[in-house]
């Protein structure tokens, strides 16, 4: 068994404080916590990323005076205390808490793996002894506060419909039993379906369409249901990538390998966390896939052949980023794989649609959108450095030096309005889509938040999501400027 850190050296993360001060600074009142902060040397938190750590110490010493405070003093109040900020992390998580519901072993599990380990910088900090759908045995060994931590056991239990019963055995460790309430609700297979296809990334999918039907209708060709088939097949496309693509990393270890996920990196965490088995996985991805072909079959037999081209070269792009034995992303071409993907393939592709013939204004207008897609794929691999690396996942920020990569994100950036200043100004672009150039401002904050945070998987979560961000306001911008030309004449 690794040797625990000794408790000077042991860190909570910002989050904790954050998360204590929402849930009695106002019982504390303002001079209240003042004084609380005096007195046990709190952090200046509120003005820290939420990944960032603190010491130990400070922290087990206001969750004491809270209890003294608000309490007896005789920590009594210290378990209230853990499971309201477990609550209050819940919230944060809700998407993850409803998937779990009626299920305190899988909890329990995902408690150990990841949420202790990651607020306490520290893999050590909690170990699984036995995990059975009726017990739960681990140990902490760490500096928290006894009561705190059967707070932590109580609450994390509590938040999916399961009422804990705690003890600790001779040997140190943790007995945690439950019983399921009757009122609890089941797992939501909504939520799992959510996260299993990863539906909040379809923005990748939407605004192709989007900018290939408005340059079709500026050009006199406008079919709403065949504008609306067509998202529909590129979406299914889309979320049967994704899958696969989490199914190809299991089976590699890239997934398995990773211990810093982000909403942004390490996949969906479905297989990794038992929610879904890899062959359920597989096989709604093939669900997916089927859906799309049968959309592309019809869009294909009813608006010309050349459209199988096009779909067949979508789904090889997606399919291939992680499926052997090509492994695109492992090969360090999967940026580009993905700007083809989702630029000039959709956005072409959808031209044809509307229009049945190609467009060399549709293929300049996708160069944009797919330098930015690739810039998203591209940033969200900086926190999956190290476990692809591990792992043996050669992409391409793994293969740069970390200066290199970083000038990498910062040229995909650049290059994205260089296209766009030079499409306007040669007459390529309609002057209306030059404001796309307003996004440059949110593009800078990301390209700063990458060169102070690349080394953080969570502190540079701002910077994956602005740059997701970027990419759909650019595209939605491009997509205006086409309609303001469409509507002039």
Known sequence: MPEAKPLEKQTVKALSWQLLYGNYAAKLGADGWKKLAQEVAAPDFRHMDSDEDCPMQPFNDAVLYIDRVVGKGDSSQVRAITRASVRAWANIFKNLTNQLQSRPQKMMEIFCWEVHPYFLNDPTSSTIVKSAPNEFILRLDNGLLEEFKIGLLEGFVEIVGAKPFIEKRADGAWRVTWEILKQAPQPSRFALLINATRAPFLTATAVPVLLGTAIAWKDGALNFGLFLLTLFGVAAFHIGANVVNDYFDHTSGADEAN???????????????????????????????????????????????????????????????????????????????????????????????????????????????????????????????????????????????INAAIIGYQLLIASTYAVIVAGVLLRILPLATGIALLTIPMAWSAIKLLNKNYAFAYRLIPANGTTIFVHLLTGLLLFYGYVVAGLVG
């Not at 969200?380 to 293969?399: E, I, M, S, Y």
Request: aromatic share 14%.
């Open 259 to 401: 211990f810093t996920p982000t909403p942004f990196g390490g996949g969906s965490r479905v297989i990794q966390r038992g929610l879904m088995s890899p062959r359920a996985v597989f096989g709604l991805a093939a669900a997916f896939y089927a859906l799309g072909a049968l959309i592309g079959v019809y869009l294909a037999a009813t608006r010309g052949s050349e459209i199988f081209a096009f779909g067949i070269a979508g789904f090889l792009l997606g399919f291939l980023y992680t499926a052997p034995p090509f492994r695109l992303a492992h090969r360090g071409i999967g940026e580009l794989a993905v700007a083809l993907g989702f630029g000039p393939t959709i956005v072409v592709g959808t031209y044809f649609v509307q229009a049945q013939r190609l467009s060399a204004e549709a293929f300049y207008a996708s160069i944009p959108v797919a330098l930015l897609i690739a810039a998203v794929l591209y940033i969200n691999q900086f926190p999956d450095r190290p476990w692809d690396a591990r792992a043996g996942k050669k992409t391409l920020v793994v293969r740069l030096p």
